[in-house]
């Protein structure tokens, strides 16, 4: 299936796309390098097209090593500024995601080699980002800044029928950003499949993605259908892609760019008319650079992608989503008292709003004394004793933390044997994250491999 033109311009966004009113076609630009060799160079851009890289006869010449002779091109018109990469070695990213051609928003940041660079207005103002002007899509809640410019491209890109991938922290909601595209999208009357890769045995993967005939395995005592299949006219959501099995990947690609499967056992292909949406947890370019996930899927996956921001970069979102959690339960706002809230504001939730959830819930059923258990495994962590419930709160508040964070951390170390990476998987908790709280606390762990 070929994305639709617009939803293949909306790939490039990241976040979002200036509305055409904000975006001034006679707006003058330039060019700023924020780090590297060039690192505060800056380059005043006319209504042309430049080549970027180290060859002296480019038009803009960089001195980062890691840069290719030509790296990049740039076509600057009156409404727009188009990028293609022009075959470097090393590969152009905007905002972490690489690319062969897209359309830069202004401020959004591009890097060549070790060199970062954006586009900006000449006379330094800042371009208003749209918002949407809902606080919620599908599931999601949220009305900080972030979610805001989040909803504006769900709302744009659940419109079209290109296929899309949710990265974001564990609990950040990305099954509710799946469903909230297809409830939103034309294929909303359509079936909505989910898969979760995660919790499927490696041995049956294949059968659950594209189904079986009689006979295929032991175990197999009819045909079935598989979800690729079971989800024609609508849209298969395929939840943790980044645990989909390496051998299992040229499969997934072929359904991604013929829409066709072959159950495991048959010898014919089947057309399936679906959407793929997918998400991750897992940094699925350092999985490209380690073997572990194909290159190609990867950029088939992202022919459009969205990143949900993790709660702890939004706190303004959590009265909001206590509110909304409160309301689900049948319950008043009163069921938590201003102190409470005040605590679960200020605390940085390492499982994000699965995590809230799950503590806004234990607090409506047992009590505010069950507040302190804030686990994402839900490891209990008993009150303070004696005379620090006479602190003030703030710093009552930041002992029950401290200490909630170094006993929770002791144990996970110790259950993961000290691997980082094992730790942030399955505490849910980024591994940068994981990394600054040992710090925080004077623990320690490794990187080696499992």
């Not at 897209?102 to 000449?122: F, S």
């Not at 943790?240 to 991604?256: A, C, F, I, M």
Request: net charge neutral.
């Amino acid at each position: 299936m070929v994305p639709d033109p617009e939803d293949t311009r909306l790939a490039s966004l990241v976040s979002t796309t200036p509305d055409p009113e904000v975006h001034q076609p006679t707006l003058r630009r330039k060019l700023v390098f924020l780090s590297g060799s060039d690192a505060g160079r800056s380059v005043s851009l006319q209504l042309q097209s430049y080549r970027l890289g180290t060859d002296p006869a480019c038009d803009i010449v960089l001195k980062d090593r890691k840069v290719s002779r030509q790296h990049l091109s740039l076509e600057v018109r009156e409404d727009r500024v188009l990028a293609r990469d022009l075959g470097s070695r090393n590969g152009s990213f905007c905002e972490r995601m690489r690319f062969t051609e897209l359309e830069v928003r202004l401020g959004a940041i591009l890097r060549l080699g070790d060199t970062e660079l954006k586009i900006v207005p000449e006379d330094s103002r800042e371009i208003v980002i749209p918002l949407s002007s809902d606080t919620r899509f599908g599931g999601l809640v949220g009305g900080s800044r972030r979610m805001r410019e989040v909803f504006t491209l769900l709302q744009r890109l659940a419109a079209g029928d290109a296929d899309v991938l949710i990265q974001g922290e564990t609990g950040t909601g990305k099954e509710l950003c799946a469903e909230g595209i297809h409830t939103a999208s034309p294929r909303n009357k359509g079936p909505f499949s989910i898969v979760d890769l995660a919790g499927i045995a490696p041995s049956l993967v294949e059968s659950e993605l594209f189904g079986h005939v009689k006979g295929a395995f032991t175990g197999a005592q009819a045909d079935r259908a598989g979800a690729f299949e079971r989800a024609d006219g609508g849209t298969v959501f395929l939840d943790e892609v980044g645990d989909l099995p390496l051998e299992l990947q040229p499969r997934l690609l072929r359904v991604l760019e013929r829409r066709q499967v072959k159950r495991v056992g048959a010898n014919d292909y089947r057309t399936v008319n679906v959407r793929v949406v997918a998400a991750t947890h897992r940094d699925l370019e350092a999985a490209v650079k380690e073997g572990r996930f194909r290159e190609d899927l990867f950029h088939r996956l992202a022919v459009l992608h969205v990143t949900l921001p993790p709660l702890r970069e939004r706190p303004e979102d959590i009265p909001l989503l206590v509110d909304t959690m409160l309301e689900r339960m049948s319950k008043p706002p009163s069921a938590l008292s201003e102190q409470t809230r005040a605590l679960l504001t200020q605390y940085p939730w390492p499982g994000n709003v699965r995590e809230l959830r799950n503590v806004v819930q234990r607090v409506v059923n047992l009590g505010e004394q069950a507040l302190p258990e804030m686990s994402p495994t839900g490891t209990p962590v008993p009150l303070p004793p004696g005379p620090e419930l006479d602190l003030p709160f703030k710093e009552a508040k930041e002992r029950l933390i401290e200490g909630f964070e170094r006993d929770y951390l002791k144990n996970l170390l110790e259950r993961c044997e000290g691997n980082i990476s094992r730790a942030a998987r399955e505490s849910g908790i980024a591994r940068i994250y994981v990394r600054k709280l040992l710090k925080k606390h004077g623990l320690h762990g490794h990187e080696k491999p499992e």
